[in-house]
């Protein structure tokens, strides 16, 4: 049975009251923000952005809430080349990498911990647009290439109410360049890096817009990478595969823009992205069979520096294709919108999991008395993990033109996902051996099938949305939204093998409806300082957790985990204040927020124990900080930009187990009021400085310096529990008894500096950089197998790289 405590803040003050004392009160900003500096000129000024967060353009400076749009150029002069690289230089922004093309997103310290690749049906807390389009995918966040983009945009805070549930603690979009009428140009862009003691990485990027006819544009857009890899692969003989993590992405976007009458435009599009990874970041820390086939003795294998230990060649495999079709027609006193999407995604892992299967198969007590052979738990154990997904989307809209008072949009939404999921356990020879019937369904095909899985869901929703501004004074304006929502998830498990607890066709389904609100309030206190307060609510909808694998379960796990079928809906009220200040007549400024979010129902993924199995909790939470983003043009030639945030999120309930009748009651999981939520940073900063001036014949030179800090972190909950984590004792396979082990689950902070230098004309540039200046082996996440009895791994950064960059202009 299972207690929950309550609790709230110690201070006892209203949510508001906190976030104005927080708005106050923390940090100054850091990284390099959109606004940039212009080509050298006398008086020169910020960049003024514009971007389409409401839904309609407007400058960074009069959306009334928190928001950073990182343009392309402040992309490349960071050293950005995907979106974790992105979130080091926007505060309030983290993504833990979890292997090639799997990050899981958390905007302003909203996060339950580590999703992984087998549970389909958590849904995503922060939403991912492509321009008009969904692509959010929980933990395959797609990994877009960023090559001629616009601009990324952060939309801190739920935006419930405009993106929908996907969107419950804030948004992130990619911006692209459209079709330009009546322009014939293209860009290129080639590179070549090298990686510090790794492999050797290139790519070669092209966009082309041509004029079809008066009327009709194409944009064309095509990227090729090969990735360097940087792990080495310890061999069971002993022997070592250099640089495994090595792989691809290629890809293109192709666009057209037509405009038959001049108040109509109309954009179809496709986009197809193929990524390829021969392996993954991780970096073992202790791995039971590599203490059993390369060491002698009762002693720990001992790794170093981005080693891990494989029997078998892991891979990655991710195909993303959307097709999308937006209309505008302009009405005159309005505008009409429409945006249809398709996405069809395959993506595959495929892992060896034979230390996971080798802790069961040789622990004595599981399978048989004493455990089983060496030859047996030694066997190549490929794991396969399969997701299909398509989906369709329809948004429809009507928005207001004009400068009068009263600005509005109001639309619908419809969506629906096909996710189908598989997961293939093939142990090859297992029976041939043991004589034990794996009785998967392949079995009779001579496939040792230890465990199997096939999960089909069907997802819909649909969605009114409306949102209104109204110019109360000259000088205050009021905004309110609000979006009605209608959910409903069906899906069918499917599970085979010894390892598993067998169910066929069983049914199960999950909906909601609600609303999800928001009111915003802006007072332009001078022509150059601008007031908002927010208050927002957002939405995830629950979910039906997978079946424990009893056959692997320890008595004590079944009671603690079992019983738990269904996980709730998840909702949080955001309280915020903030400001935007323009000052030295346009060569400066300065944004700042504070907020404070209570989280009801935070769905926390926990390890099962022994099971091998992952189960949703709920828990209460709370989330409260500050952030802000400063960026000066301290001369012509000089830019300096800083950014930063504090951020202070735990748990506000205790939830506990009676482990039996009449016991004790203990933490579950570490979800522990007062312990912190897992995977975001408390401190997080960036500082960038730019030097571009004149060098003469013609020549602009340039230097950039990028400095980020990420604070600590936990991957999991379970992470601060002290009885859960730490030291452990091997499990005693085969003829070595059980080894202590002690590691740290706490992920420590780590700070990065990126070298960018060159020359350049209007025509092209030559460009140099040094990533990753001092070699920070940072650790990512923390990476386990079957809690931490079969392996204990940590994903890590890459390596110091150098680089060469040759970009030109037609």
């Known amino acids: 049975m299972f207690s929950h405590t309550n609790g709230r803040s110690a201070s006892g003050r209203h949510p508001l009251a906190l976030s104005i004392l927080l708005c106050g009160g923390a940090a100054i900003a850091m990284p390099a923000m959109a606004q940039q500096a212009p080509a050298p000129s006398s008086g020169a000024m910020l960049e003024e952005i514009i971007v389409s967060a409401r839904k309609r353009d407007e400058t960074l400076k009069d959306v009334p809430f928190s928001i950073n749009a990182m343009s392309a150029d402040s992309m490349k002069d960071a050293g950005a080349t995907n979106?974790?690289?992105?979130?080091?230089?926007?505060?309030?922004?983290?993504?833990?990498?979890?292997?090639?093309?799997?990050?899981?997103?958390?905007?302003?310290?909203?996060?339950?911990?580590?999703?992984?690749?087998?549970?389909?049906?958590?849904?995503?807390?922060?939403?991912?647009?492509?321009?008009?389009?969904?692509?959010?995918?929980?933990?395959?966040?797609?990994?877009?290439?960023?090559?001629?983009?616009?601009?990324?945009?952060?939309?801190?805070?739920?935006?419930?109410?405009?993106?929908?549930?996907?969107?419950?603690?804030?948004?992130?979009?990619?911006?692209?360049?459209?079709p330009a009428q009546g322009t014939q140009e293209g860009t290129t862009e080639l590179s070549i890096e090298q990686i510090d003691g790794g492999g050797t990485g290139y790519s070669a990027k092209a966009m082309v817009n041509v004029p079809v006819t008066d009327t009709l544009a194409l944009r064309a857009v095509g990227y090729g990478t090969r990735y360097a890899g940087f792990i080495d692969a310890i061999q069971p003989n002993g022997s070592v595969k250099k640089d495994v993590n090595d792989g691809f992405r290629t890809g293109l976007r192709l666009s057209l823009g037509w405009q038959p009458t001049e108040n109509v435009t109309i954009t179809p599009r496709v986009v197809y992205q193929e990524i390829e990874a021969n392996g993954f970041n991780r970096e073992d820390e202790f791995n039971i069979l590599a203490n059993e086939l390369v060491t002698t003795g009762n002693r720990l294998f001992q790794f170093g520096k981005r080693q891990q230990f494989t029997q078998l060649e892991e891979k990655f495999k991710d195909k993303f294709m959307l097709a999308d079709l937006t209309v505008e027609v302009d009405l005159g006193a309005v505008t009409a919108t429409s945006v249809t999407s398709v996405t069809d995604r395959d993506l595959l892992v495929y892992r060896d999991a034979s230390q996971l299967t080798g802790s069961i198969t040789g622990q004595p007590g599981v399978l048989s008395a004493t455990g089983l052979s060496k030859q047996v738990y030694t066997l190549d154990t490929p794991l396969s993990d399969e997701t299909d997904v398509k989906v369709f989307t329809q948004e429809?809209?009507?928005?207001?033109?004009?400068?009068?008072?009263?600005?509005?949009?109001?639309?619908?939404?419809?969506?629906?996902?096909?996710?189908?999921?598989?997961?293939?356990?093939?142990?090859?020879?297992?029976?041939?051996?043991?004589?034990?019937?794996?009785?998967?369904?392949?079995?009779?095909?001579?496939?040792?099938?230890?465990?199997?899985?096939?999960?089909?869901?069907?997802?819909?929703?649909?969605?009114?949305?409306?949102?209104?501004?109204?110019?109360?004074?000259?000088?205050?304006?009021?905004?309110?939204?609000?979006?009605?929502?209608?959910?409903?998830?069906?899906?069918?498990?499917?599970?085979?093998?010894?390892?598993?607890?067998?169910?066929?066709?069983?049914?199960?389904?999950?909906?909601s409806n609600g609303f999800s609100p928001r009111a915003i309030l802006s007072y332009d206190a001078t022509e150059d300082v601008t007031v908002n307060a927010q208050v927002s609510k957002g939405f995830r909808l629950g979910g039906i957790n997978d079946p424990l694998n009893l056959p692997l379960c320890s008595a004590a796990d079944r009671t603690t985990f079992g019983g738990r079928n269904n996980f709730g809906n998840e909702s949080v009220w955001n309280y915020e204040m903030g400001a935007k200040v323009s000052f030295g007549g346009g060569r400066g400024s300065l944004n700042i927020a504070g907020y404070y979010t209570d989280i009801s129902n935070l769905q926390v993924t926990l390890d099962a124990g022994t099971c091998s199995s992952r189960i949703v909790f709920n828990a209460d939470a709370r989330t409260r900080g500050t952030e802000a983003?400063?960026?000066?043009?301290?001369?012509?030639?000089?830019?300096?930009?800083?950014?930063?945030?504090?951020?202070?999120?735990?748990?506000?309930?205790?939830?506990?187990?009676?482990?039996?009748?009449?016991?004790?009651?203990?933490?579950?999981?570490?979800?522990?009021?007062?312990?912190?939520?897992?995977?975001?940073?408390?401190?997080?900063?960036?500082?960038?400085?730019?030097?571009?001036?004149?060098?003469?014949?013609?020549?602009?030179?340039?230097?950039?310096?990028?400095?980020?800090?990420?604070?600590?972190?936990?991957?999991?909950?379970?992470?601060?529990?002290?009885?859960?984590?730490?030291?452990?004792?091997?499990?005693?396979?085969?003829?070595?008894?059980?080894?202590?082990?002690?590691?740290?689950?706490?992920?420590?902070?780590?700070?990065?500096?990126?070298?960018?230098?060159?020359?350049?004309?209007?025509?092209?540039?030559?460009?140099?950089?040094?990533?990753?200046?001092?070699?920070?082996?940072?650790?990512?996440?923390?990476?386990?197998?079957?809690?931490?009895?079969?392996?204990?791994?940590?994903?890590?950064?890459?390596?110091?790289?150098?680089?060469?960059?040759?970009?030109?202009?037609?």
């Not at 140099?768 to 920070?776: I, P, Q, S, T």
């Not at 996440?781 to 079957?786: P, T, V």
Request: hydrophobic fraction near 35%.
């Open 83 to 178: 979106i974790e690289d992105v979130s080091r230089s926007i505060v309030g922004l983290s993504i833990q990498n979890l292997g090639p093309g799997q990050s899981q997103v958390a905007i302003r310290g909203i996060s339950a911990g580590q999703i992984v690749r087998d549970q389909p049906g958590v849904k995503e807390q922060v939403g991912v647009y492509l321009d008009e389009s969904v692509i959010s995918l929980s933990l395959f966040t797609p990994d877009l290439d960023l090559y001629d983009l616009s601009r990324v945009e952060v939309l801190r805070g739920p935006q419930g109410t405009l993106y929908g549930s996907g969107s419950l603690s804030g948004t992130i979009r990619y911006i692209t360049n459209k």
């Open 629 to 810: 983003e400063f960026s000066y043009q301290l001369t012509d030639a000089f830019n300096l930009s800083l950014s930063g945030s504090f951020n202070d999120s735990e748990f506000t309930e205790t939830v506990t187990s009676q482990a039996a009748a009449g016991g004790a009651a203990s933490v579950v999981g570490g979800i522990k009021k007062g312990n912190r939520l897992p995977t975001v940073p408390r401190y997080q900063f960036s500082a960038q400085t730019k030097w571009e001036d004149d060098i003469g014949n013609d020549l602009m030179g340039f230097a950039i310096a990028t400095f980020q800090h990420i604070g600590s972190r936990f991957t999991q909950a379970v992470d601060q529990d002290p009885a859960a984590v730490g030291t452990f004792n091997r499990i005693p396979i085969g003829s070595q008894p059980g080894t202590a082990f002690s590691f740290d689950p706490k992920l420590p902070s780590y700070s990065s500096v990126n070298l960018r230098f060159g020359v350049k004309k209007d025509e092209w540039e030559m460009a140099g950089y040094v990533n990753n200046l001092f070699d920070e082996n940072a650790k990512l996440s923390l990476d386990r197998e079957r809690g931490f009895r079969a392996r204990v791994a940590y994903q890590v950064a890459k390596p110091r790289t150098f680089g060469a960059q040759v970009s030109t202009k037609f």
């Open 396 to 511: 429809a809209r009507l928005a207001s033109n004009g400068d009068g008072p009263f600005q509005w949009v109001a639309g619908a939404f419809y969506s629906k996902i096909d996710r189908k999921y598989a997961q293939t356990l093939n142990v090859d020879g297992f029976e041939a051996i043991t004589g034990i019937d794996s009785n998967g369904p392949n079995a009779q095909n001579g496939l040792d099938e230890l465990y199997w899985s096939r999960i089909p869901y069907d997802f819909k929703q649909v969605a009114l949305f409306g949102e209104g501004s109204y110019d109360l004074t000259e000088q205050l304006s009021a905004t309110l939204g609000l979006r009605y929502f209608d959910f409903k998830e069906k899906r069918t498990l499917n599970f085979d093998g010894i390892f598993a607890d067998r169910a066929q066709g069983v049914k199960g389904e999950t909906s």
